[in-house]
């Protein structure tokens, strides 16, 4: 292994690191999530499907959910 590809290894830790830090990664575990549980015929509590939301749609959402339940963060 070089150095120059080692270092590249270690930045992606390192972006890998900070987006869960940061809950930047939190869409890609949502989409995760609904592919392994939520796509099956298996319906909600309340017997509906629930359709993959996009990304803009689950942003607002998690905005939204955070307007409502003010939880200690830094913003």
Do not use: S
Not at 26 to 42: F, Q
């Amino acid at each position: 292994m070089t150095v120059l590809a080692g270092v590249r290894k270690g930045a992606r830790g390192v972006i890998w690191y900070l987006k869960g830090v940061l809950g930047e990664d939190a869409y890609e575990k949502y989409v995760a999530h609904h592919a392994a549980c939520c796509e099956t015929d298996a319906a909600d509590f309340d017997g509906a499907q629930h359709p993959l939301m996009t990304a803009r749609e689950f942003w607002r959402d998690q905005t939204d959910r955070q307007d409502q339940n003010p939880q200690r963060r830094c913003c």
